[in-house]
């Protein structure tokens, strides 16, 4: 059974840059598939953040490309989410998921969920 | 940048068909996916690719998708359905509806 674990700080000062962790297991990321991170504001819907594939191919939000970066690493089966210059807009639950492929393609699996607010 | 229309709020009685739609431009050339979220958990996949239902997903759930709205479609709805739905596709970008509240009376 795959399964998503999201980890970082809950709290993050404006204008620092956010930082969390995606831990996988039950599937190893070196195997394929894309991962990805979705956010969600207290009461609101649901945003697609970026997701990256495990050679390390990216493909991100136009809307927070220039503050995002993605990464991964297959040696400890996970990936990582770092935004940049953050204010309270960027407060949110972060979902980490599976994605099967680019384009077309569902999240299949999602972790819980970790809320992060930006706050001074 | 592509924008995907849900209503807010769909009511249905215990028992009966719901049905959700989402709006955009020639959605029906493509793939629509659709999320079941309840409160405070993580969005469950219930139909991928317009009208294909995961494992574990019951029968109950099915999905259409022509022209300019896809359709998520709940027969026999439960009270267990109270959640918020969720479509999504690809546009360039990948581009979540704004969400609709189910509520089964």
Redesign the interface.
């Known amino acids: 059974q795959v399964q998503l674990q999201e980890s970082g700080p809950g709290l993050v000062k404006p204008s620092e840059t956010l930082s969390l962790t995606c831990a996988v297991s039950g599937y190893s990321i070196s195997s394929g598939y894309y991962w990805?991170w979705?956010r969600q504001p207290p009461g609101k819907?649901?945003?697609?953040i970026g997701?990256i594939y495990h050679s390390g191919s990216t493909?991100y939000?136009?809307?927070l490309k220039s503050r995002v970066t993605i990464s991964v690493d297959t040696s400890k089966n996970q990936f990582s989410l770092k935004l940049s210059s953050v204010t309270a807009a960027d407060t949110a639950v972060y979902?980490c998921a599976r994605q099967v492929g680019v384009?077309?393609?569902?999240?299949?699996y999602?972790?819980?969920?970790t809320l992060v607010t930006v706050s001074s | 940048?592509y924008e995907l229309t849900q209503p807010l709020s769909v009511s249905v009685a215990l028992g009966q068909t719901a049905r959700i739609t989402c709006g955009g431009n020639n959605i029906g050339s493509?793939?629509v996916?659709w999320?079941q979220q309840k409160p405070g958990?993580?969005?469950?996949?219930v139909i991928?690719?317009d009208s294909n239902r995961?494992s574990g997903i019951p029968e109950r759930f099915s999905g259409s998708n022509s022209g300019n709205t896809a359709t998520l479609t709940i027969s026999r709805a439960q009270a267990g359905d109270e959640a918020d739905y969720?479509c999504?596709?690809?546009d360039?970008?990948?581009?979540?509806?704004?969400?609709t509240k189910l509520t089964v009376l």
Do not use: C, M
């Open positions: 990805g979705i819907g649901l945003e697609w997701s493909y939000n136009p809307s979902y384009g077309a393609t569902p999240f299949d999602w972790g819980q969920g | 940048s493509k793939n996916h999320y958990q993580a969005p469950v996949l991928y690719r995961p969720y999504q596709v690809w360039s970008s990948e581009v979540f509806g704004g969400g």
